[in-house]
């Protein structure tokens, strides 16, 4: 909370990594294929339009395929700082004995990329209109989807837009830059806080997949999730109960 107090006269974004030596950089300038940028949203296109992925709007389209884990030049960020230090405390421990690497959130202040009419639906029509998106230079822009995915929108995600994919954020040109290191013998206790205020795999990635995550992490820390519970007057909150062989009956007895 004094974090959030100290940026409450700006507008910042947050970015959790679980590792403390990533660099800010989108994927598509981290691997071989950056020279095939295109090609590989060309192919993701294809599989989209099975789900009924807006076509007409190429950064709509980078957007929902970077979320998802594609190489593009668009880096993941969110207005929730609670869920920027979800990722940021993800367990990367690679058995019981090692120790967990620290964790860092990044704060960034941004310009916010200029409306577009029409939007660019290729990369041809992108780098046509490169002035006119990055008209002061800027290595980066914020880009704020359309929230047609769940997933963007529980994550109150957007996206930093890389003029140069193979350059790392730094401080200047349009964009401020500063860091919230986690310790990693901190990291546990700060996902049991995270959990019990309801920042979970459940609320984060609203599909089932979210959810058996969420199911596993409570009992495998013996703990409740702050969505699946009965609240009694006077007594605590406690996991929803299997039905009783009298709760049963009378259930029966209901049915028939």
Not at 248 to 254: C, E, I, K, S, V
Request: glycine fraction near 6%.
């Amino acid at each position: 909370m004094r974090i959030a107090r100290g940026i409450e006269d700006t507008t910042p974004l947050f970015r959790g990594e679980s590792r403390d030596t990533y660099e800010l950089k989108p994927k598509i300038g981290r691997v071989a294929y950056h020279a095939s940028e295109a090609q590989v949203l060309s192919d993701f296109t294809r599989y989209a339009a099975a789900f009924g992925i807006d076509q007409s709007s190429l950064l709509e389209r980078m957007a929902i395929a970077q979320h998802f884990g594609l190489a593009t030049r668009l880096l993941d960020w969110t207005r929730n700082l609670l869920a920027a230090a979800f990722f940021a405390t993800e367990e990367k421990r690679v058995g019981p004995e090692a120790v967990e690497p620290d964790g860092l959130i990044h704060v960034g202040l941004f310009d916010t990329m200029p409306r577009l009419s029409p939007q660019p639906a290729t990369f041809d029509e992108f780098h046509a209109k490169e002035t006119e998106i990055f008209v002061n230079r800027q290595e980066a822009l914020t880009f704020f989807p359309h929230h047609s995915v769940d997933r963007i929108q529980r994550q109150a995600g957007c996206f930093t837009l890389f003029r140069n994919p193979t350059k790392p954020l730094v401080d200047g040109n349009g964009v401020q830059l500063a860091r919230i290191r986690i310790p990693g013998d901190c990291k546990e206790q700060f996902r049991r806080d995270l959990f019990l205020c309801g920042t979970t795999q459940a609320v984060l990635f609203p599909d089932l997949q979210g959810c058996v995550a969420a199911i596993h992490y409570a009992f495998a820390n013996k703990m409740q999730d702050p969505l699946v519970q009965r609240v009694h007057c006077g007594q605590p909150p406690r996991i929803l109960p299997d039905l009783s062989a009298e709760d049963g009956a009378r259930a029966q007895g209901l049915q028939s």
